[in-house]
């Protein structure tokens, strides 16, 4: 368990709430690509509780910019998209993608614009994916991970706005041991699972669900930790990159698509949590599993808008909870969606939601949570490291080649 003061420094993120200055040091992906049509008004987004516009300039440059004018505080939500920038409605700022002031027209002439200050921010774009800068200062060199020098056809993302505190999803990749429960249908269905998943020899609970307990090991490493998941079917592993990354694994075929999540705070309340599959050995298959579950979903900026019944989701309606399938047999968990990774999300993200004010001082945790206190662990010393010297741990880190690893048991008897 950990009490409320450690659960309130590595959850708060808003305001100057030490871990939201710790975030501040990372880049951050803060938007899909498509989300941003070139001289279309531009879109409103928040990220740890600051209020942003992000737009595409009629040339196709990316912006990302303080919603709150420089000037007098109007929206530039509002602002006119004009070659070469944004231009305030209200007393006509201009501003660059760049960060440039381009006119001011309630200055004179002659001042130079480069001494108002803009609060516009760095921008990269790639793999349809949008980062920013958002700490104070020249922003550092973009950390590169296993997708991010890809070719576009060999990556595909998605978004999810959850309605819970950043650290929830990535606590639930951490637990590992959920997988086996909550999922417990929904992994059999998958194809890059299915029978690789379970051994069918393990526990049973008292109404005869089969599980395989497992054996949880962690290791720190300069960029957060690495936990190992062993059970009698499989050995799978799971990289958590400070400060809101985590691989985690897919199926045991080494060439097939491999996946991570980003877990990034809107607020204190709520998160925008990207789903990330890529494929380092060429394009992504028809066959394979980004493409047959990420790309058959209408609408990628929210995964929640692809929900049969995802509209209404609340305590209410038990999240829209089919009781009547459980009843049945036919659903483990009550949520049965259009496909397994559709299926996941609701599982998952319903779950978390469902938990409300989490008080993790009354939790009562078991040898599978192992990777859930170092996670937090984690979390704490990078606070410690940041208030005490400013580092941003892991963020020089040159690690391209970390990825999640699913091994089946026969096969690492037969490699050994």
Known sequence: MLDREKSRLITQVT?????????REYWIPVARGEQLKAGAAPMRL??????????????????????????????????????????????GWKIGADGLLRDAPTHPEHLPLERLKTRSHPVREQQGMVWTWLGKGAAPAFRELAFTGLPDDQVITATAVVKCNWLRPMETLWDVFHSQMLHHDTNRKIPFRGDNYFSNEGRKTD??????????????????????????????????????????????????????????PIDDDTTLLWSVVFNRHGPLKETGFGLTNLGRCADRNDLFNNLKRGAARSADTRWNQDREAMERGDSFSGYEEAHPTLTLLAEDNYVLESQGEYDRSQEQLGPVDRALVEGRRVLLDALKAHEANGEAVGRGVDIPGVEARYILNEEEAAAG
Not at 15 to 23: E, I, K, S, T
Not at 69 to 83: D, I, T, V, Y
Request: hydrophobic share 35%; proline share 8%; with cysteine.
């Open 46 to 91: 928040t990220i740890l509780g600051d209020k942003l516009v992000a737009f595409r300039s009629p040339s196709g440059e990316v912006g990302v910019m303080d919603e709150a004018c420089p000037h007098r505080g109007a929206s530039m939500a509002l602002a006119r998209n004009e070659p070469n920038g944004l231009r305030c409605i209200y007393h």
């Open 207 to 264: 109404t005869g669900l089969m599980y395989d307990y497992p054996e949880m090991l962690v290791e720190r490493t300069p960029y957060g930790f690495d936990l190992v998941n062993s059970d009698a079917r499989k050995k799978t592993s799971g990289h958590f990159v400070l400060p809101f990354i985590q691989f985690h694994t897919i199926g045991p075929d080494p060439l097939e698509d491999k996946a991570l999540k980003i877990s990034v």
């Open 15 to 23: 305001g100057d709430a030490p871990m939201g200055r710790l975030m």
